[in-house]
Structures are given as C-alpha cells and as structure tokens.
C-alpha cells in the first residue's frame, strides 16, 4: 500500500490509496478470464434482500452524515437547475446562452457529486464513515466523465430502439462508475467490465436494479442513501471483495 502509484500494474483503491497488482480486487482478468476474490476465490453472488439489508443498516447507521451527503447534492443540484431556468426565462439570446452554460456547469457538478456518492458508498463497504468532503474529491473524475458521455451516448442509442435499448443500457451500465472509481478503470475500460460483470449476474442484478429504480422513483429520490450503499454492496459482492460488517 502507498500514497502513491509504485509502477505499471498499481491501482487506486476507493480510500486514496494505491495497492500492487498482486492485491488487485476482482475485475476482468487479462485475458477475458473470470471475475476473481481479492484473495484468490470466485466470484461472489447477489443476494438482493442482503444487500438492501446492509444499505438500510448502513444508513441508520450514519444516518447524519448521509443525509448531509444527500442534501448538499438536493440543493446544489437544485440550485443550478433554479438559476438556469431563472436566467432562461429573459428569452433574448445572451440569456439563452448564459442560461445554457449554467447548466453545463450544474451538469459536471452532478457529475462530480454522483462520483463522490459512489466514493462514499464504497467507503461505507471498507468500514469508513462517510463524509461530504467525499462528494468533491477529484480522484479518477476525469475517467468517470468520459465513461458517464460514453454512456450518455449508449442511452441516445437506447432511446432510438424504441426506449427498451435504455433499459438495457442502464441495466448493463450499473456498476461502470464502481470501477472507475474503486479500480481507477480506464472510461472504455469500466463500461466493458461492467457489461460483463452484468451478464455473468443478469437475472439477479436486473432484479436488482428494477427495485432500486422502484425505491428510489416511489421516494423522490431519498432513498438514494440507502441505495446507494446497496449497489457498492452488490458491486463488491458480485466482484468477490470482502464488505465490512
């Protein structure tokens, strides 16, 4: 373990630490191979209710610090999204420009603060407390934008197959941003691995996704403290790596 990256091979961790290959946790082998256990095992299986278990557990748990995670998302999202209509609605072009570019603006910030909600899930499954600093650290982000336009323009695609090809795409897409973030996966990378961790799991991770959307819709999207720890649980499970009780 280090501060830092030692040579070709060394990954980065979801604490900030790099690790050598040989303590690699499961992703695809060279090679195409099977996903592997940190230590050496197969893969691990989902078990949904277990994993919706620990994520509510989790969230009792730290409850405070996860509410404050989610509500620094609520408001700054909201606010970008307040400010943006507010400066649109003058209808001259300057407006419509300025309006526009505010969004995009939001837009990488909610891309930062869906990197730091996944950061924070993980920290929860490595027996961390979770911590709101964790939405705006920048670690591994630029992969993480790449890969999340990458997916951005799979769900376009979606879209043209008569909507059915976005489902699919969010179902296979799941875990992308896991991998960015707790293997340091390159953008292709991380869409790749997730399409395969997805299709060697599909009848229990598509399960699995239906009911986070369910909770999450039916919730207005405050649920997402619970879920969120949910799917690193899923994630690490499925990739064989140890969770923390």
Do not use: H
């Amino acid at each position: 373990m280090s501060d830092s990256s030692q040579g070709p091979g060394w990954w980065q961790a979801s604490d900030g630490k790099w690790y050598p290959p040989e303590q690699a946790p499961s992703g695809p082998t060279p090679g195409g191979g099977d996903f592997a256990m940190a230590g050496g095992g197969t893969a691990g299986t989902l078990d949904i209710g277990a994993a919706l278990g620990y994520g509510w557990n989790k969230f009792v748990q730290y409850i405070g610090q996860i509410i404050l995670i989610v509500l620094v998302i609520f408001v700054v999202q909201g606010a970008f999204f307040a400010i943006s209509r507010i400066i649109g609605a003058d209808n001259s072009i300057s407006a419509l420009v300025l309006g526009q570019a505010v969004a995009i603006i939001g837009w990488v910030i909610g891309l930062i603060l869906q990197a730091g909600l996944i950061r924070a899930g993980l920290a929860v499954t490595n027996g961390q407390a979770p911590d709101v600093s964790m939405l705006f650290q920048t670690a591994n982000l630029g992969s993480f934008i790449i890969a999340t336009i990458l997916v951005g323009l799979l769900f376009f695609v979606g879209f043209l197959a008569c909507c059915i090809g976005m489902i699919v795409v969010a179902i296979f897409t799941l875990f992308y941003g896991y991998f960015v973030i707790d293997r340091s996966a390159q953008p292709v990378d991380s869409i790749s691995s997730s399409f395969k961790l997805v299709k060697e799991n599909f009848g229990s991770v598509a399960l699995f996704a239906v009911v986070v959307f369910v909770l999450n819709l039916i919730t207005c999207g405050l649920a997402v403290g619970v879920t969120q720890i949910a799917t690193a649980y899923a994630y690490k499970s499925l990739t064989g790596q140890p969770i923390a009780a």
